[in-house]
C-alpha cells in the first residue's frame, strides 16, 4: 500500500512509520507534507529518501480551502492508498476528510473518547486520571472521533509534569501507529491494544 503522512513539526510518529515500513508487504511512505516548511520532520523524510511537500497554511490566510486545494494537489499527485496523519496541527474540513474517508488514520494523544482537542496530559494530570495514553483512530468529519483503530496505556505517575506523560505516552504512540498501520493495509480493522 502507498502510505502518505502529513506532519506540523518533528515527526517522530512519522520517522516511527517510515521505519516500521521495511517489507513491501507492509506499505510504503509516498510522501510526506507538511502544513510548515520549517517543520524538522520534512529534513528526516528527505534524509530518508521520502518525496516532502510543504504548504503554509499562512499564506492562504483564512481561506482553509485554498490552502487545502494546494495540499491535495501534492497528495493527490504522490497517488495514496493511505493518509495518516502524524502530529499535523490542523483542523481538516469534511470536504478534504470525505475524499480519504475509510482510509485516513490519526494519532491522539489520549484514550479518546477521553480528552478529544488539545492539552490532553494536563487534563488527565488535572482529573487525577491514573492512566493515560494515546489512540489511532479512523478520521471522520468530526474532530479526533471515528472509529478507534488502537490505543495504549501508560500509567500516570504522582507528581507527573503533563511533559513527562507526554514523553511516556509518545513511547507508547511510536510503538502504536506503526502496528495500527500494518493491519489496517491488511484490511484488518481489529483493534490493536497495547
Ligand atoms: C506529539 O505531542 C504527539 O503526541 C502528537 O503530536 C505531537 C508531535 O508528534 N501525536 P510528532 O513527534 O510530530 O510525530
Known amino acids: 500500500k502507498r502510505v502518505a503522512i502529513l506532519i506540523s513539526g518533528g515527526g517522530s510518529n512519522m520517522v516511527a512509520l517510515v521505519n516500521s ?12 507534507a507538511s502544513n510548515d516548511p520549517a517543520a524538522s520532520g520534512l529534513v528526516k523524510a528527505q534524509a530518508a529518501g521520502i518525496a516532502t511537500a510543504a504548504v503554509d497554511h499562512r499564506a492562504f490566510g483564512k481561506d482553509r480551502a485554498a490552502f487545502e486545494a494546494e495540499l491535495l494537489r501534492h497528495i493527490e499527485a504522490a497517488a495514496p492508498d493511505i493518509l495518516c496523519l502524524a502530529g499535523f496541527m490542523r483542523v481538516l474540513t469534511p470536504a478534504f476528510v ?52 488502537g490505543q495504549a496505556r501508560v500509567p500516570v505517575l504522582p507528581g507527573d509534569s503533563a511533559d513527562d506523560l507526554a514523553a511516556r505516552v509518545l513511547v507508547q504512540e511510536h510503538k502504536l501507529y506503526p502496528a495500527v498501520l500494518r493491519r489496517y493495509a491488511a484490511g484488518d480493522r481489529t483493534p490493536v491494544l497495547l
Open 21 to 32: 515500513m521495511t517489507g513491501d508487504h507492509q506499505g510504503r511512505a509516498v510522501l510526506v
Open 98 to 149: 470525505a475524499r480519504f474517508e475509510g482510509r485516513m488514520l490519526n494519532i491522539h494523544p489520549s484514550l479518546l473518547p477521553k480528552y478529544p482537542g488539545l492539552h490532553t496530559h494536563q487534563r488527565a494530570i488535572d482529573a487525577g486520571d491514573t492512566q493515560a495514553g494515546c489512540t489511532v483512530h479512523e478520521v471522520t468529519a468530526v474532530l479526533d472521533d471515528g472509529p478507534i483503530l
